[in-house]
């Protein structure tokens, strides 16, 4: 029960810093403390220790000492309720140096004419030294102690279990029952190290994972899980959480150690597993060391640059200490968004970015854009990528995602651009819907213009799956529709998709335009493709509810365009390995150059005459893998096939 002193405590001064002065006052009282019971201790409890001629002389120097060695290292400037290792090592450090002070001080009275007086006895010094680190860092723990036991909550706690009992684990353990804002306990440890069952950290039991779901876990199901081993395998991760998900137990991980506050774990940074950590795969981490060679002073242009994949390509490029970038995008918001993000990073490394409202279909602004900053290395990821909204906006699509492209490829050759890196996506890959098709056709001029021996540009596509948490894409609307209560739609039980996240995907691209030749086109290794139905059902989970109980999932049918199962190559095409194993180099289809060219002219003149008939089957010449799927182009498809049989 908490006592009368600790809620008047707690209502007058729980709000109140103590002033750093009174800390001091505080610490020299302790410290003349401690000289006194030296002096008892040394001369075992006899009082004439203390009543020499000489105590107050050496009282007065001790003192001196200390406060300057506690001036020196700041050891009164921490706030005593939040007292850490930090705030110990400064005392430490203090005393050390104290008691190394006196020590020289004792002996060069000994060895000259000075006063006996000032001589303090080794053993004194040590004995002082000693206590005060005990006394001060005592002192702090008790008043922090006192503090956290007043101002904790008495509610009902929240039972925890940690899975991982190392020094991950005990930091875990620590920082929740330090945190005044919460009532965590800590009711038991898992680890897979068969030789810490059955033992006890700090009083609390340790427990083989199958004997801890069993015994414990299944019989408190509002237990929260927290994984605390940072090199945790991802397959063993993934199937930890899922196991806890199946039964309803909320799981949360803490983040690598380089990630913690000053060597300090935070309650806060414990996070909610995310969707990331079911992938069921190892992050794709790249040494950069070829990327920031490629970049380092160079001038970098980037398209898209508000999207989800450009802007995580600005700020990894930044990182990189281009000379200069200029960002081109043609939404303004998005675009102010990312100035006002990025500017810490502008001031940290003295990097001069330009932010360009700009439409890529826009070709006299475009070249006064590569002529006034004659950009080196391109990066080209604006597009239009929402499926059914293209498919019911051809024309659109054509423009921005083949001609646009056009413009930037035809400007990087007139402007010696050395490298071009052009964003893809596995919806180009025998295409279903206009999207795809449109990101193919600007892949066959891309692949058909660094074939021209003239050219002085190095040409390279990247071709990846669906991002993890990019704009339009599954996951945000997923969880919006679980936090609006539901349904969760799905378009079909069966839909499979590739998914990495955008810093993996914005690696990769990098990596793979720099050891690019020319005219690759590079696909990544995605790992397995996810079932879009399994990933709800586990977004559900994680956010504490049923699926189909508390949220609903419910099926909608194909969209226009949409295929069950991606891609990455086409049966006509094959793959070889690079230096990195998860980029490999397709090996694509070529087409004349002739034939190229008049596609483009066709595809041109169709959408000048403002017919999305002659449009669509201009666009399916050119990529004659093209088969419309749920989509009233499907009729185009099906007239040409009974013309190819009534002339067969």
Known sequence: MITSLQRFIIHRYSGRILSK??????????????FGLAQLLRFNF??????????????????????????????????IRHTGLEDVKRILNAGLLSMTTLVGLTILVRTSSLTSG???????????????????????????????????????????????????????????????????KVSAFLDDDPQKAGKFLHGIPVFLPEAGFRDFLHKFPDTE????????????????????LNVGIKVKSVPPIGNWINGELSVQQIRNVSIEDLLNRAPIQLERSMAAKEIYSKVVMITGAAGSIGSEIVRQVMNLNPAKLILIDQAETPMHDL???VAP??????????????????????????????????????????????????????????????????????????????????????????????????????????????????FVTTRFGNVLGSNGSVIPLFMRQIEQGGPVTVTSKDV????????????????AGAMASGGEIFLFDMGERVRIYDLAVKMI????????????????????????????????????????????????????????????????????????????????????????????????????????????
Not at 47 to 63: A, K, P, Y
Request: charged share 25%; with cysteine; aromatic share 10%.
């Open 496 to 511: 499979t998709r590739f998914f990495m996240t955008i810093p993996e995907a914005c690696q990769l691209v990098l990596e």
């Open 21 to 34: 002065w009174i800390v001091l006052l505080h610490d020299m009282v302790l410290v003349a403390a401690a």
């Open 345 to 458: 990073l502008r001031r940290r490394f003295n990097t001069d970015v330009q932010f360009v409202i700009c439409d890529i279909t826009n070709l006299p602004k475009l070249t006064r854009l590569f002529e006034f900053y004659r950009p080196q290395i391109v990066y080209h990821a604006a597009a239009y990528k929402h499926v059914p909204m293209m498919e019911r906006n051809p024309g659109e699509a054509v423009l921005t995602n083949v001609f646009g492209t056009k413009h930037m490829v035809d400007l990087a050759i007139v402007y010696e651009i050395e490298k071009f890196v052009f964003i893809s996506t596995d919806k180009a890959v025998n295409p279903t819907n206009i999207m795809g098709a449109t990101k193919r056709a600007a892949e066959i001029y891309v692949q058909n213009q660094s074939r021209y021996e003239s050219s002085k540009t190095v």
């Open 46 to 79: 006899k009082m004439e220790g203390i009543r020499n001629d000489h105590f107050v002389t050496q009282l007065s120097i001790s003192c001196l000492v200390y406060l300057a060695a506690f001036f020196l290292f700041r050891s009164f400037s921490g706030i």
């Open 339 to 341: 100035e006002l993000e």
């Open 225 to 244: 899980l927290i994984i605390a081993i940072p090199n945790l395998t991802p397959a063993r991760k993934s199937q930890i959480i899922e196991h806890c």
């Open 118 to 184: 000032m001589t303090i006895s080794l053993a004194v010094i040590i004995i002082h030294f000693l206590l005060t680190v005990v006394f001060l860092t005592g002192s702090r723990f008790l008043i922090k102690l006192f503090y956290h036991n007043a101002v904790k909550k008495r509610s009902a706690f929240k039972r925890v279990v940690i899975f991982g009992a190392g020094y991950s684990g005990m930091m875990a353990k620590n920082s929740m029952e330090s945190d005044t804002a919460s009532n965590y």
């Open 541 to 648: 989970r994680l956010a504490g509810r049923v699926p189909d109980k508390d949220i609903f999932i419910e099926e909608i049918g194909l969209r226009p365009g949409e295929k069950l199962h991606e891609e990455l190559l086409n049966a006509a095409e094959d793959n070889l390995p690079t230096h990195h194993p998860k980029i490999m180099v397709g090996r694509t289809r070529e087409f004349e150059s002739e034939w190229v060219h008049r596609c483009m002219e066709r595809l041109r003149v169709a959408y000048a005459d403002n017919n999305t008939i002659k449009l669509v089957l201009a666009l399916k010449e050119m990529v004659p893998e093209f088969k419309s799927l749920n989509s009233d182009f499907q009729q185009l498809d099906r007239e040409a096939t009974m013309e190819v049989a009534a002339t067969a």
